[in-house]
């Protein structure tokens, strides 16, 4: 008889947790008379343009459209996206949201050992599916977090780096990098990758997507969670030079996002007006919400995303009260030299003069 052995993950999954994140949808009350502002996760505040629900529920009434695969390689969707970033067809890969598109760039070019540069604070997804393909990675810290800062990047890469991560803009700083210094480190550092995170490209309107057909060792993500109002659905996608498109489809699912989300996506940039005018309201209430915050002395920094963070000596004490009003945040006091920080996403004019109310009888009833 052979002895049973306890199963083990492989070598770079064993000292890895399983996701543990706030989750604000348990704590959410759909009853009461206050109506819930989720502004954790950096999600849309709105549903999707009224033509992205159309489609999807035209999906249901066709034949064969559950029974049968969705369309492989996402190959209309790719068209479509080829319209919307000016790029070629086969610059282009359509992932089931971007986080699998981080997952599919490891997978592909990552080899234990590898070195890997991800500046903090930053996303920390791809951070744990860095360590799961063994890569050795340098994490340092920026020292002027709401600054766009390329010197942190330039001080731990070295001619051997496989990969730098870069979220531009970052999450949770809001700070972007501008496309001129990326240029600048794809050419100091021709044999390293520089994946640029663009998943709030929408908001920023800034982008190195025209880098592609110059430089092979760029890699940009996108997605439809965040602009698009499409989390739930699961797409997004990467645009890069030809040659690392072909490297990315070898191990590519082409069956890996349903037709629910190729067809949102398709109809989510037909119709982009609808998103062109949240990504608007969305600035505006930053302004607003910004402007608020100042006037009663606290301290905000403004980002070039949907979301800002705030600095609160009693943050927690308020986070909890801010859930009491049915108000979800973040708490990003966990980060290096962010202790008493708080990211807040924000939506549309209307529920920022809501969030505005509430905060205000938080603040009032404290004194
Ligand atoms: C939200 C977010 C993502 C997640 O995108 P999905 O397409 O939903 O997987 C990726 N990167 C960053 C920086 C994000 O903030």
Do not use: C
Request: proline fraction near 5%; glycine fraction near 4%.
């Amino acid at each position: 008889m052979i002895e049973r052995k306890e199963i083990r993950p492989n070598r770079f999954v064993e000292g890895i947790d399983i996701y543990n994140p706030s989750v604000s949808l348990d704590k959410i009350d759909y009853s009461g008379s206050l109506t819930p502002l989720k502004l954790d996760w950096n999600e849309a505040t709105i549903p999707p343009a009224p033509e992205v629900k159309q489609a999807l529920s035209a999906i249901i009434k066709r034949n064969n459209t559950l029974n049968w695969y969705p369309e492989l390689f996402s190959k209309s969707l790719v068209r479509a996206l080829a319209d919307y970033t000016g790029r070629r067809e086969d610059e282009i890969v359509v992932t089931n949201g971007s986080d699998d598109g981080l997952v599919l760039i490891l997978r592909t070019f990552l080899e234990p050992g590898d070195h890997v540069v991800i500046p903090h604070p930053t996303y920390t997804h791809f951070l744990t599916q860095a360590e799961t393909v063994g890569a050795l990675i340098s994490k340092p810290v920026t020292r002027t977090p709401f600054q766009p800062d390329s010197s942190v990047i330039i001080n731990n890469t070295t001619a051997d780096t496989k990969l730098v991560y870069i979220v531009n803009p970052n999450n949770p700083t809001g700070t972007l990098l501008p496309v001129k210094e990326i240029e600048r480190l794809l050419k100091r550092y021709p044999n390293t990758i520089f994946l640029i995170d663009e998943a709030y490209y929408e908001f920023a309107g800034e982008t190195a997507t025209g880098l592609v057909s110059l430089y092979p060792n760029i890699i940009i993500s996108r997605t439809f969670s965040k602009a698009f109002a499409m989390a739930g659905l699961r797409v997004g996608y990467i645009v890069a030079n030809t040659a690392v498109i072909t490297l990315l489809k070898r191990l590519l699912n082409p069956k890996s996002v349903n037709i629910f989300a190729q067809t949102a996506a398709i109809a989510a940039l037909k119709y982009r007006h609808y998103t062109e005018s949240y990504v608007q309201a969305v600035h505006q209430s930053k302004e607003l919400f910004i402007s608020f915050l100042r006037s009663r002395n606290i301290t905000v920094f403004d980002s070039r995303a949907n979301f800002v963070m705030v600095e609160h000596p009693h943050h927690k004490q308020l986070l909890a009260q801010l859930e009491q009003h049915n108000v979800f945040t973040r708490d990003r006091s966990n980060f290096a030299g962010m202790e008493h920080f708080f990211r807040i996403t924000l939506g549309t004019i209307d529920q920022t003069k809501e969030l505005i109310r509430r905060f205000e009888m938080i603040l009032n009833s404290e004194k």
